[in-house]
Each structure stands twice: as structure tokens, then as C-alpha cells.
């Protein structure tokens, strides 16, 4: 009797550790991203369209700041993927992150996830994320407004 006790009691604490454990992977582009950003002080972002591949680089606040504000509702969970990626965005900071340490962050999008980078993490693992909420980010990407340049 006591060893089923036992054995349930374990069996209860792996279960509630696997629980907190997947829970802890989630997490948004907000926190990820923006939380890290003092967006009146970015001074560019540079967006590289693939496979053309063709770039396009914003130095207008007002142009950064809505193309960040359409990340910023994207839900996201830690998980390891690979694809073929479509863009990769640079963000620049021309004073100061709200994270001093911080002066780049690279967002390679891919299909259905993304991997962010930050100039503090450059000897750390590349976080990927798969994207877990229905955000059209892709639309603000593939506007009309931006002139894309061929390389």
C-alpha cells in the first residue's frame, strides 16, 4: 500500500513539473521583441525578401513603428523548427535599447515560425519559435508601400 503511494505521489510530481515545463515555453513577440526595444530610439530596420532576395531598409519612425505593431498581438511557443526562411528583419538601435546590452535584434521569418536573435545572445543558441495565434503579420511585409531593391 505504501508503495503505490508513493509511486502515485511521484507520478503526480512529473506530471505537474511536465506541466509547468511546457508552460514555460510560451511566451509573445511582446516580451520577446518590443519589451526589449525603445522604439523611439531605433534607427533602422532592414528587411531582406527571399528567395528573390530583394532589401528594403526603413529609417521613418512612424513606418518602424507600424510595421512592429503588426508583431505585436503574435503569440509564440518555444520549439525547435526549420523551413525555408522568407524574410530576415534587422532592427537597429541608434541610442539605446530599453535593454542597455542590446544593440541588433535579427528576426528570421520563416512559414509558420521565427527565430530571434539579440546582439547579447551571439554566443548562445538562436531561439525559435513556432507562431501560435492567427496574426497577420505577413500582410504589413508584403505592402505596396515599401520599394524593394534587388541585389
Do not use: C
Amino acid at each position: 500500500m505504501k508503495k503505490w503511494m508513493i509511486i502515485s505521489v511521484l507520478l503526480l510530481i512529473i506530471i505537474w513539473a511536465a506541466v509547468i515545463m511546457n508552460q514555460m515555453k510560451y511566451t509573445s513577440f511582446e516580451e520577446v521583441v518590443l519589451q526589449k526595444l525603445n522604439i523611439n530610439e531605433l534607427e533602422s530596420v532592414y528587411i531582406t525578401r527571399f528567395p528573390d532576395p530583394a532589401t528594403v531598409t526603413l529609417r521613418d519612425k512612424n513606418e518602424i513603428k507600424e510595421l512592429l505593431n503588426e508583431f505585436s498581438n503574435v503569440k509564440l511557443k518555444e520549439e525547435r523548427s526549420q523551413g525555408e526562411y522568407k524574410y530576415w528583419i534587422h532592427i537597429n538601435g541608434a541610442a539605446e535599447f530599453a535593454d542597455p546590452n542590446i544593440r541588433r535584434i535579427s528576426i528570421v521569418l520563416y512559414e509558420d515560425h521565427m527565430r530571434i536573435t539579440d546582439s547579447e545572445h551571439r554566443t548562445r543558441r538562436q531561439d525559435t519559435f513556432v507562431v501560435t495565434n492567427e496574426v497577420n503579420y505577413w500582410q504589413a511585409l508584403e505592402s505596396e508601400d515599401f520599394i524593394w531593391e534587388e541585389r
